[in-house]
């Protein structure tokens, strides 16, 4: 006796179903590529491709760390206000109190990890909304930014640690491939890989698909939720790090807003902001995407920087109105 | 005959509180603060008269807090339907900078550019309300939407420039006086008083708390709930249209950036302290009022007090989440089980 | 894993299990027990304690005494995972895996094959397959979950519960939501886990069911154990018997309103052919005004998805609602209302009152969704409609302004009862109204039902007590396996309908 299921013709190409919102995700990019070349000389350059990595590292490291939390089905809305502080906190550490890199990264890295895990404890433990407590997160980092900061506002960072990646850079051919640029690629292959090859990973999907049956299958629920948010933190304070060796500086006010772009470059992406489905390749062709838009739109001069803000909000509704019609259509399949 | 068996199901989340102390602990707080401040600042309390005009602390306050009032009293609607609206800020920005470049770059006299300012905003309000009664998006979600693009409309009006007018009418808004009172304040209290006979006079008041209280017993006694989520929505837009009018007036320009940045995190705190719970239902629109009082006079308190101002930030997310781990049960569980213990 | 022998040794054995709520003995004393080898049918009507006794066994619920033994063991699951670990594994109905993880996934989640650190995916996927061949199932283990069948989730969630090691397998109403072919499936696979010897725990509200595939049966009602039998020595009627049971009640005789004239009245609405896929089908209904129509048929037998049918909360895709002699499309409550219907729906805590509302505003309610926005109740008249139907129904309350979360069960009800008496229906849908309250409320309420029916009220009456379906009903349309399979009328006994939900024979 051998039971085997005839397959309707809808779901003859599964694959090709399920990866839906990331197929539509890359043709977007390319579409958007394809017509930032076609209306703009130099766009199809490796230099310029390559600087929509680097001028976008601080919001893809932001974003791959935002990826676990929409992931599981959660929203961190702190990791922009994270990248203020971590960016004027290191500053101050370096330049003023003379620490040693050495021990300043570490320590901002270690202080954003224990803030995202403080608010993991409070959404899980407590149960409190995660919106709220990430939103009020945002306004103590922002606060304690401002407050830290000397009297002139910024620093200005003249320790090596922060020049050196700005003065070296990798060549291909004449295109100058700035190490931010690579870092933030590095930061999300990690992240890819932890999220398919780790318990955990498979753990941070399994919450975001179903948290009641992921419980009633023995995972660790409460553990992997905790983390989620200390990851998120830590990469958020990552970021900060890097947008202190792009600016040059450490700036209480980086990075406003910079949590709007990370959702929207996730959810772009491709990432269920229900959960349990996406990918970090996802993420990155989000970056991506709003990398080519502000570019296009600062190069066409008639079209000026204000419209991102408008195309991000649209492409931001397109998506999830997509997600949703998906969502729905697989629940009536 | 035995009674039927039925796990007695326990409590839901919400915890009900009798409906006559319900203004006690908002209240409580601000008398402390007034107190607080009293202590420090003697003269914290005296109004006095110039040029037919209040002055004092606590008129400022109340000046200083008219647009988180006039958020909150919107919000109190969209969360007591169990939604939340991240957008008012967006929306406040709008509206400033619709009215003056109106004003400014056209030509128009204020009153038709003011309905404009207001009629987009009542529309964004009502936008969000379709997308979450519609559409059926997550509010934080539908309303994240315009909270990202708003701000692009507003710099797209303004074309990206800080319009400044110095059409009396439209700085009257955010610093004129009537009866001595800022007009701010006066209009606050009205649109208090206008969505106050709004929810109480007519039945949008019951539909609401029944729709946030429990949507599938609402809707099973024919209560219209996807109307009851716009309308809520579109009075949140609408109130927060006002706020953008009076934040133009009051800096006697429009600057689509900074108008009502973060202005949303006051707006819900306001409501949660005042008594809403988040998770929807019961409402108190003046809970609210003293909420965002409460926050302004911490606020008011830490710049007297000499502390830098932007402190008051780091205070107002720590208030948020200590007053919403009070009302979480869980909180009160785990911290009352060893008071609980001895006494037993 | 499977390769016990074929012993009549008991797998689980529970003795005496307590479980008290406030107020209620959920589980009293109950005594159960599963051999090696045998499809175990758990059965009872609502409240029985079949779901409280299977949530202590699963660990969801801690019992308050008794003792569980799972092959002479005694264990105490703390926890649903628990349970698993110690060898006993649920399959609900609601299949409780990730739908957006392929289907290798949730057969290994939080047990993935590791190599070298790292999860090693191709072992993970044949060891899926070869999982699931065992069963005798063949897919393509790395779609998604959510993209296959119910009966191919549950499949998968069996193949995990036995891969985790099940000793003791339960499945709760696994045939719900499956169609003939994929239940035949199902029992193809239940049946070869019989004869490797596992311990499996079959409920289901199908009789039919349990008589094709269970070996035993044990009986539950009102938290006690009524029996256990061997399924081919019990008759399906007296199984329905043990099941419904019958209580003598000595408070009053019955008291059926006067049949209707001889040639009743036109019926206010009418149903053909009323039916919905996976709800209920096949539900021929009149009611006339003055008349109470019960229907009568076990837990899941399609009573509650007919009300909502007929509500409007669902949309049939078969069939026609008539009203007054016109078809009409009734496609949300809100229409429904405007033509007249009220609901009391089974589960009031979650379906019918607002908790944290004021017993006057929950009174308001319908009444004033009726009216609209504009013309809004006064407080005051709110006051008094409340006041006048906490007088005339009575009920317990210090005042209209308690909140109704507050009162206790039947005043609850009354209160929702009170709803829609005061929009003043013409036709009234009651799901189970007496369900969970004491027997005083109990009778009010009947007499209330009686008296409104008499105004000219059409009721239509859900129950699953027989007894107050005989007294208060003139007509009662039974339901078996959802489908409507008969109407009675004239002098009906309790006998006759549990005669007929059996199906005649037995």
């Given at each position: 006796m051998t039971l085997s299921y005839g397959t309707p013709l809808s779901r003859r190409f599964p694959s090709l179903t399920q990866q839906l919102p990331l197929i539509s995700t890359a043709v977007v990019c390319a579409l958007l590529y394809a017509i930032g070349s076609i209306c703009y000389s130099g766009f199809f350059d490796a230099s310029t491709f390559s600087e929509f990595f680097a001028g976008n590292a601080v919001l893809g490291v932001a974003a791959v760390g935002l990826t676990f939390v929409i992931l599981s089905g959660g929203i961190d809305l702190s990791v922009g206000s994270m990248v203020g502080f971590v960016s004027i906190l290191a500053g101050m550490m370096v330049e003023r109190w003379h620490w040693s890199p050495a021990l300043a990264v570490p320590a901002v890295l270690a202080m954003g990890c224990a803030f995202g895990l403080l608010a993991g404890v409070l959404i899980h433990v407590f149960e409190l909304a995660p919106f709220l407590v990430t939103l009020a997160g945002m306004f103590v980092l922002r606060g304690l930014a401002l407050t830290i900061a000397p009297d002139e506002g910024r620093i200005t960072l003249n320790h090596e640690f922060f020049v050196w990646p700005t003065t070296h850079a990798i060549m291909m051919g004449h295109a100058r491939i700035r190490l931010i640029g690579i870092f933030f690629v590095f930061i999300a292959v990690i992240a890819a890989l932890a999220l398919r090859y780790t318990r955990f990973g498979r753990n941070v999907y399994a919450l975001g698909g179903n948290e009641q049956s992921a419980l009633l299958m023995g995972l660790p629920v409460g553990r992997t939720k905790i983390a989620i948010y200390a990851i998120s933190g830590f990469c958020s304070a990552l970021a900060g790090i890097v947008a202190c060796v792009d600016m040059g500086a450490g700036e209480p006010s980086a990075a406003m807003g910079l949590e709007l772009d990370a959702i929207a470059a996730v959810v772009i992406g491709g990432t269920l902001l229900t959960g349990g489905v996406g990918t970090v390749l996802g993420t990155i062709l989000g970056v991506l995407i709003l990398g080519i838009i502000q570019t296009g739109l600062t190069l066409?001069?008639?079209?000026?920087?204000?419209w991102t803000k408008i195309v991000v909000g649209a492409l931001l509704l397109l998506f999830i109105t997509l997600q949703k019609l998906l969502t729905k259509a697989t629940a009536r399949a | 005959m035995s009674t039927t068996i039925e796990p007695a199901p326990l409590p839901l989340v919400k915890t009900a509180r009798p409906e006559r102390w319900r203004l006690l602990w908002p209240l409580a707080a601000l008398a402390l603060i007034v107190l607080f401040n009293l202590i420090v600042t003697p003269r914290f309390l005296s109004i006095e008269i110039k040029d037919g005009r209040l002055y004092g602390i606590t008129i400022d306050i109340v000046r200083r807090g008219s647009q988180v009032i006039l958020l909150a009293i919107g919000m109190t609607l969209v969360i007591a339907t169990g939604g939340v609206d991240l957008s008012v800020g967006a929306v406040m920005a709008v509206s400033g900078a619709a009215t003056a470049t109106l004003v400014v770059e056209h030509h128009w006299s204020p009153a038709p550019a003011i309905g404009v300012g207001l009629v987009l905003s009542l529309l964004a309000g009502a936008w969000n309300g379709i997308l979450v009664a519609l559409l059926q998006l997550q509010p934080i979600v539908a309303t994240l939407v315009l909270m990202v693009s708003g701000r692009g409309i507003a710099q797209l009006i303004t074309t990206g420039q800080i319009i400044t007018f110095e059409n009396p009418t439209l700085v009257f808004l955010g610093s004129g006086s009537i009866w001595g009172l800022p007009f701010a304040v006066v209009l606050a209290l009205a649109t208090l008083a206008a969505v106050g006979l709004l929810v109480r006079k007519t039945a949008a008041g019951l539909f609401i708390e029944s729709v946030g209280n429990n949507p599938t017993a609402a809707r099973f006694a024919g209560v219209n709930e996807r109307l009851v989520k716009v309308m809520a929505y579109t009075v949140s837009g609408l109130c927060a249209g006002l706020a953008g009018l009076v934040a133009a007036g009051e800096i006697k320009g429009a600057d689509a950036n900074k108008?009502?940045?973060?202005?949303e995190l006051d707006a819900i705190l306001a409501v949660v302290i005042g008594g809403t719970a988040l998770a929807g239902g019961r409402f108190m629109l003046v809970g609210s009022v003293i909420g965002a009082l409460i926050i302004q006079a911490v606020t008011t308190s830490i710049l007297t007090g000499g502390l830098k101002p932007e402190l008051t930030q780091v205070v107002k997310g720590i208030v948020v989440i200590g007053v919403c781990l009070l009302y979480s049960t869980k909180f009160r569980r785990a911290v009352m089980a060893p008071f609980g213990r001895r006494r037993a | 894993m499977l390769r016990m022998k074929m012993t009549e040794t008991e797998v689980l054995q529970a003795r005496g299990i307590v479980k008290v709520f406030p107020g209620v003995r959920?589980?009293?004393?109950i005594d159960f027990t599963v051999r090696r080898g045998e499809i175990h049918a758990l059965m009872g009507e609502n409240g029985a304690g079949k779901s409280t006794l299977l949530k202590v066994l699963t660990g969801a619920y801690q019992r308050d005494s008794g003792e569980i033994l799972l092959e002479g063991q005694a264990i105490s699951p703390r926890s649903p995972a628990h349970a698993q670990s110690l060898g006993i594994s649920t399959v609900y109905q609601e299949v409780n895996l990730i739908p957006t993880l392929s289907v290798a996934e949730n057969l290994f989640l939080g047990r993935q094959p590791k190599k070298w650190g790292r999860i090693h995916w191709s072992a993970m996927q044949r060891g899926a397959a070869a999982a699931l061949s065992r069963l005798n199932v063949h897919l393509d283990v790395t779609r998604l979950l959510g993209s296959y069948s119910i009966a191919i989730q549950q499949m998968v969630a069996i193949a995990r519960a036995l891969d985790v090691s099940a000793r003791l397998l339960i499945l709760d109403e696994p045939t719900s939501s499956l169609d003939a072919d994929e239940v035949r499936r199902l029992f193809d696979l239940l049946m070869q886990l019989r004869r490797e010897g596992l311990g499996i725990v079959f409920v289901t509200h199908f009789l039919g069911q349990v008589y094709e595939i269970t070996d035993r049966i044990t009986v539950l009602r009102n938290g006690k154990l009524v029996g256990e039998y061997l399924t081919k020595d019990l008759p399906k009627l007296e199984l329905i018997q043990a099941m419904m049971g019958r209580e003598l009640a000595a408070f009053e005789l019955r008291q059926r309103g006067d049949e209707p004239p001889a040639a009743r009245a036109t019926p206010f609405v009418q149903t053909t052919k009323l039916g919905r896929k996976h709800a209920v089908q096949d539900v021929d209904l009149d009611v006339a005004p003055g008349e109470v129509v019960g229907i009568a048929g076990l837990l899941g037998s399609g009573r509650t998805e007919t009300a909502r049918l007929l509500f409007g909360i669902d949309k049939p895709d078969e069939g026609e609602i008539v009203i007054d002699g016109r078809p009409t499309k009734l496609s949300s409550p809100r229409k429904a209302i405007r033509e007249g219907f009220g609901f009391c729906p089974e589960d009031r805590k979650t379906e019918g009152m607002i908790p944290d509302l004021s017993v006057r505003e929950n009174v308001a309610l319908a009444l004033q969704s009726g009216k609209g926005w504009i013309r809004a109740l006064s407080k005051a008249k709110q006051r008094a409609l409340a006041d006048r139907f906490i007088k005339a129904i009575n009920i317990a309350t210090r005042d209209a302004e308690t909140p109704v979360r507050n009162l206790s069960g039947g005043n609850q009800q009354k209160v929702i009862l009170a709803r829609w008496l005061a929009s003043n229906p013409r036709l009234l849908i009651l799901d189970e109204p007496t369900r969970g309250i004491d027997v005083g409320a109990k009778a009010e309420i009947q007499k209330l039902i009686l008296s409104l029916a008499k105004e000219g009220m059409s009721i239509l009456f859900i129950s699953s007590e027989l007894e107050e379906v005989v007294r208060c009903c003139s007509r009662v349309a039974v339901l078996r396996d959802r489908r409507k399979v008969d109407e009675l009328r004239g002098d009906i006994s309790e006998e006759q309908i549990m005669r007929s939900i059996a199906g005649g024979a037995a």
């Open positions: 066409d001069g008639r079209l000026i920087s204000w | 108008v009502g940045l973060y202005y | 959920a589980c009293d004393g």
